[in-house]
């Protein structure tokens, strides 16, 4: 909080904060009493080696959710050019992580709510290259869905509790946008075309299984940097 107040370390300060930047101080500081997330504080936070803009509205980007991006990407490898879909794209850190491996892929991010996509609309810079596909003809397709579910969202800790909703809530087993993923995106890439979810850490087994269900093979999971459940993967036939 010092370092946004002030404009530098705490530690080499030598001189008292001015009115200004004490002001600036005390607000911050009322507002992370107050549970703000600290993300939105700063009005950006890393993700793998760039920052994203972000704040009130859009799901933060996680440190977890970088291992999706790059199992994503390991997914794509052989591919030329290869044709990407982010789902659900919120700040468009997955959908810009995985064209930072791979800088030849054309990447489409699509995101519903208008104050997650004035995010979007701020990173796309980093190179996020927006086009449009042929049906049939994705390469990969990659999303951090909504996936808490009803008990999860009654039990939020007061930061993820100010956090958008509708980044997070998935019905009452947390598995709506998974099952409508399965059932209904195959269509969309082209044969031996790659998925790859972000998962919550106890959902492995019941994502499998309706991605199983739904023929989609070669299906596996990534463990995140916590040793947790948290990307799963697939290929369509």
Not at 47 to 72: M, Q, S, Y
Not at 90 to 115: H, I, M, N, W, Y
Not at 143 to 162: D, K
Request: include cysteine.
């Amino acid at each position: 909080l010092f370092r946004l107040a002030a404009g530098g370390d705490a530690r080499l300060a030598d001189a008292p904060l001015g009115a200004e930047q004490a002001e600036r101080m005390e607000s911050l500081t009322a507002r992370r009493a107050a549970r703000e997330p600290l993300q939105y504080l700063c009005g950006s936070w890393p993700f793998l080696d760039f920052e994203l803009a972000v704040g009130p509205g859009v799901l933060c980007p996680r440190a977890d959710t970088e291992v999706v991006a790059e199992a994503a990407a390991g997914m794509l490898a052989g591919v030329e050019a290869p044709q990407v879909l982010d789902l659900c794209a919120g700040t468009g850190c997955l959908g810009l992580g995985v064209k930072r491996f791979c800088p030849a892929a054309q990447v489409t991010s699509l995101e519903k709510s208008p104050a997650a996509y004035r995010y979007l609309e701020q990173n796309a810079h980093l190179s996020l290259v927006l086009t449009i596909t042929p049906e049939g003809q994705l390469d990969l397709i990659v999303s951090n869905p909504p996936y808490l579910t009803a008990a999860e969202m009654g039990a939020l800790q007061p930061e993820v509790a100010q956090e958008p909703a509708m980044a997070l809530e998935a019905g009452e087993d947390g598995l709506v946008f998974y099952r409508a993923i399965a059932e209904h995106y195959q269509k969309a890439l082209r044969p031996g075309g790659a998925l790859a979810l972000e998962i919550g850490w106890q959902q492995r087994e019941a994502v499998t299984a309706l991605l199983a269900a739904n023929g989609w093979t070669e299906i596996a999971c990534r463990k995140d940097f916590g040793g947790n459940d948290r990307c799963v993967m697939a290929r369509k036939q």
